[in-house]
Each structure stands twice: as structure tokens, then as C-alpha cells.
């Protein structure tokens, strides 16, 4: 069983910057793909951004590219979330996911397995 383990979250200032980390509890990661989502209050979880097993693609929300890096480390077995330039609008829940390889979705309903979130705030 495959469980992610997020870290990192926590408060600052719009323009500031955060690295989100999740690593594996259990099984490893090294041969599934992952991704980051978020949930703001009251609205639904959203894709953020995704990363092959290899780590030789990734994909962004058109609202976090040139801004978000994501990132597989530790022998592929943790996976980063480098925030840069923040606002207000990143406000929210992170969740890692992961899911067995192919291609990459950017779907809630393509990853089986989910992290319990890491909240981050960011004031203007």
C-alpha cells in the first residue's frame, strides 16, 4: 500500500516562496507518478501540478506555471513542490497523490492514492 506523507506547509507573505515534500509511508514511489492538488475553502480539489515516475515530464495548471517546480528527489522515492512568488490565491490545501504509470493525468479521479494535506496560507 502506497501512502503519501506531506510536509512543508505552514504561512507567509504573497510573493514569498515554499517547498512542499511528500514522501512514501510503506510502499515506494520510485515506479508511480505523482502529483500535487489543492482545495481552497469552499471550492473543489484542483490539479497543481504533475510528475512522471522518471521524472522526465511534468505538467502545471496554467495558473501556477513559470511560478511552481515540481520535483522527484531521494531516488525518486520523495517528491517536491518548489512554490515561488505567492499570492493570495495559493491559499489552500495541498494533497500529494500518486498513481501507477502511464500517462500523465491531471485528473483527482486518475490517482488512487492520496496524502492526508498539508495546509498552506499565504497573506497579502
Known amino acids: 500500500q502506497v501512502q503519501p506523507v506531506e510536509s512543508g506547509g505552514g504561512s507567509v507573505q504573497a510573493g514569498g516562496s515554499l517547498e512542499l515534500s511528500c514522501a512514501a509511508s510503506?510502499?515506494?514511489?520510485?515506479?508511480?507518478?505523482m502529483a500535487w492538488f489543492r482545495q481552497a475553502p469552499g471550492k473543489e480539489r484542483e490539479f497543481v501540478a504533475a510528475?512522471?515516475?522518471?521524472?522526465?515530464?511534468?505538467s502545471y495548471a496554467d495558473s501556477v506555471k513559470g511560478r511552481f517546480t515540481i520535483s522527484r528527489g531521494g531516488a525518486k522515492n520523495t517528491v517536491y513542490l518548489r512554490m515561488n512568488s505567492l499570492k493570495p490565491g495559493d491559499t489552500a490545501v495541498y494533497y500529494c497523490a500518486a498513481t501507477r504509470p502511464g500517462i500523465l493525468v491531471v485528473t483527482t479521479t486518475g490517482y488512487n492514492y492520496w496524502g492526508q494535506g498539508t495546509q498552506v496560507t499565504v497573506s497579502s
Open positions: 510528475i512522471s515516475w522518471s521524472g522526465g515530464t511534468t
Open positions: 510503506g510502499r515506494t514511489f520510485i515506479d508511480y507518478n
